[in-house]
């Protein structure tokens, strides 16, 4: 009983240090065009979303009840399980961060959870329809309907405004731009911390400790909102950067535009019980406000490396679930050993980070490449409407005179 005390307590540890991992990961989801704007100061910026995390933590448990009751089958799951699972989803938010790309937090611990379930109860333990259902048909539907939603109202918000005073306007995006910000971190908080809410129910079902299709306790509750906005005041700095300034460049109207389409989204898919990605959203929105703004354009060569972290998530950190799942299989010193693991190789990323620090002073500094692609739809796109371009007049110079001839001095 005792062990089972231990290693009960061990997976909760590692399940808010998820949480953790994934505030600080899911950050620029909701902050990311608002800096990059400068509707808000970096500093102000992480600290109203990690609260509105906190908030949104307790709106809802229905994303929550997904991942406890729905995905996985609750009689064949250990806590070790669990444990393994968040050694998978750990590892590559780390990795992703360190290369400063956004992929989605969700699908890593979801990729954990199947591998892991698979390597301990086998195939079956996994539910396929609720797989397919609330997790592979949102991650594929979520960034198409945010960027067509994000790129059509940025048409509109330029159309809108054609006429305004262009300084009156870009204030009033900004102001916009707080609020809808304000809107992701609250849907980013119904969706996202109840994952590790949905987690920890899931290890205290398997450990007896609660009864099946229990709902999450308050104390969970409690601890995954604290852990998640914690993580997020932090800020990942690394993300934002990407996300605000690799992606492409925003205006207002396009920042306000992305962010309100991705919490539109998020909040309906959080309603019908989605684990959706919320990076998937916003990056999906972000790309959409680019294309939206007439002579805006994306770096594709930076969505490209996203599009393949995104196909590379549940897949390695399945792979990844998996082998940690095996080793814990050896007994209490397998557990050990993968936390050993665990611990050293955060600690590995950590160092490696150090060596090109990223942080608020310099998150809205950029050295992407345009790419190919980028420069010539730059070439052959008009600019929008209003914007100044270059006086090349040429002014010649009026031809130097001769100075007067001065008289000679009588002798």
């Known amino acids: 009983m005792e062990n089972f005390s231990l290693i009960l307590a061990i997976v909760v540890v590692t399940a808010l240090a998820f949480d953790f991992t994934n505030g600080f990961h899911d950050t620029a989801n909701a902050m990311a065009t608002t800096i990059s704007t400068g509707a808000l100061k970096p500093k102000v910026a992480v600290a109203m979303s990690a609260v509105l995390n906190l908030v949104g933590a307790f709106l809802s448990v229905e994303v929550a009840n997904t991942i406890s009751k729905g995905l996985v089958d609750e009689s064949g799951i250990r806590p070790e399980v669990i444990f393994a699972a968040l050694v998978g989803a750990i590892l590559w938010n780390l990795l992703t961060w360190l290369v400063g790309l956004p992929s989605s937090s969700s699908h890593a611990l979801m990729g954990g959870l199947i591998g892991a379930t698979i390597a301990s109860a086998g195939l079956g333990a996994v539910h396929g329809d609720v797989l397919v259902t609330k997790v592979l048909i949102p991650a594929i539907a979520a960034p198409l309907v945010a960027g067509l939603a994000a790129m059509l109202a940025t048409r509109l918000t330029y159309s809108l405004g054609k006429k305004a005073d262009g300084q009156a306007s870009a204030k009033g995006y900004r102001a916009g731009q707080i609020a809808s910000a304000g809107l992701v971190s609250l849907a980013h908080g119904t969706n996202d911390a109840q994952k590790t809410m949905g987690i920890i129910t899931l290890a205290l079902v398997a450990g007896g400790t609660l009864a099946p299709d229990s709902d999450p306790p308050m104390w969970v509750i409690l601890s995954a909102g604290v852990a998640i906005a914690l993580g997020t005041y932090l800020g990942g700095w690394r993300i934002i950067r990407t996300m605000g300034k690799g992606l492409t460049d925003l205006q207002p109207q396009q920042g306000f535009a992305a962010q ?152």
């Open 260 to 411: 309100t389409s991705a919490a539109t989204v998020i909040l309906a898919s959080s309603h019908l019980g989605f684990s959706l990605s919320t990076t998937h959203s916003v990056s999906g929105s972000v790309m959409g406000a680019g294309l939206g703004r007439k002579g805006g354009v994306v770096r594709w060569s930076t969505a490209t490396r996203m599009f393949v972290a995104w196909g590379l998530t549940l897949p390695a950190a399945a792979l990844v679930g998996a082998l940690a799942e095996y080793v814990t299989g050896f007994g209490d010193w397998g557990t050990a050993l993968v936390a050993v693991f665990l611990v050293s190789s955060s600690a590995a990323i950590w160092k490696i980070s150090r060596r090109e620090i990223v942080d608020h002073t310099n998150v809205n500094e950029t050295d992407e490449p345009a790419g190919v692609v980028t420069t010539a739809m730059a070439a052959v796109t008009p600019p929008p409407a209003g914007t100044v371009t270059e006086d090349l007049t040429a002014t010649i110079p009026a031809p130097a005179t001769e100075p007067a001839a001065t008289p000679a001095t009588p002798v």
